[in-house]
């Protein structure tokens, strides 16, 4: 019962630019929240790609960038590589639930 | 380089007891700056997150609202390490668990260092 929503798939070719939404509410990213981005590639544990809304961890690609506006939060990716297949979550906190919450995940397809 | 590695039974019988333990390596568990996590993945599903403890002055706990009756997490800091026990489990419990160490976030925290999964299986 994820309370972040998020398209279930994109797709695009090389070199292409995707973007991925996270749309939430008033108790979580439209509130005073960030939104965090993860990726999962295919039989692996989850790892931090955004946090803060736009801060990319070290090691991170700068193809990867994030924002957030209002009570959504986007993650886009340029340059599409065919290793950037792979499940994306958002993760924000939820005041009315007292607890952390994630989207529903978008799988990208590179074409 | 810091290290989280879950262990724990892979299959446990319906209305029992689910127990896992994280082993960390790396960091300590009574960090001022750090939590220690428990999440969890159903087959072809996403993420749930289900708890977590940390130390600021004081020992905190913190439960997802779905499984707050059922889910204890403990820190053991003469292990280095802390466990997940969730009681009367059913099929719906059956997930991929991981153990992963949150970072303080002025505006919430985020999840910065991830085990591999452990997989278990509710079934008789």
């Known amino acids: 019962q994820s309370v972040l929503t998020q398209p279930p798939s994109v797709s695009g070719a090389p070199g292409q630019t995707v973007t991925i939404s996270c749309t939430g509410t008033?108790?979580?990213?439209?509130?005073?929240?960030?939104a965090h981005w993860y990726q999962q590639l295919p039989g692996k544990a989850p790892t931090l790609l955004i946090y803060?809304?736009?801060n990319r961890p070290s090691g991170v690609p700068d193809r990867f960038s994030g924002s957030k506006s209002g009570t959504s939060a986007s993650l886009a990716i340029t340059g599409l590589q065919a290793e950037d297949e792979a499940d994306y979550y958002c993760?924000?906190?939820?005041?009315?639930?007292?607890?952390?919450?994630f989207g529903t995940g978008t799988k990208v397809i590179v074409l | 380089q810091i290290q989280m590695q879950p262990s724990g039974p892979g299959l446990v019988k319906p209305s029992q007891t689910l127990s896992l333990t994280c082993a960390v390596s790396?960091?300590?568990?009574?960090?001022?700056?750090?939590?220690w996590n428990w999440i969890r993945q159903a087959p072809s599903s996403g993420l749930e997150w289900l708890g977590r403890?940390?130390?600021?002055?004081?020992?905190?706990?913190e439960y997802a609202l779905s499984v707050k009756s059922r889910i204890t997490i403990n820190p053991d800091t003469s292990k280095k390490q802390f466990s997940l026990q969730l009681t009367s489990v059913t099929p719906e419990d059956t997930a991929v668990y991981y153990c992963?160490?949150?970072?303080?976030?002025?505006?919430?925290?985020?999840?910065?260092?991830w085990s591999r999964g452990t997989l278990v299986t509710v079934s008789s």
């Open positions: 993760q924000s906190y939820d005041n009315s639930l007292s607890g952390y919450v």
């Open positions: 008033s108790s979580n990213i439209g509130a005073i929240y960030d």
């Open positions: 803060g809304n736009m």
């Open positions: 790396g960091d300590s568990v009574s960090s001022n700056s750090a939590a």
């Open positions: 403890t940390y130390f600021q002055s004081e020992w905190h706990y």
């Open positions: 992963a160490r949150g970072h303080t976030w002025h505006l919430g925290w985020y999840f910065d260092l």
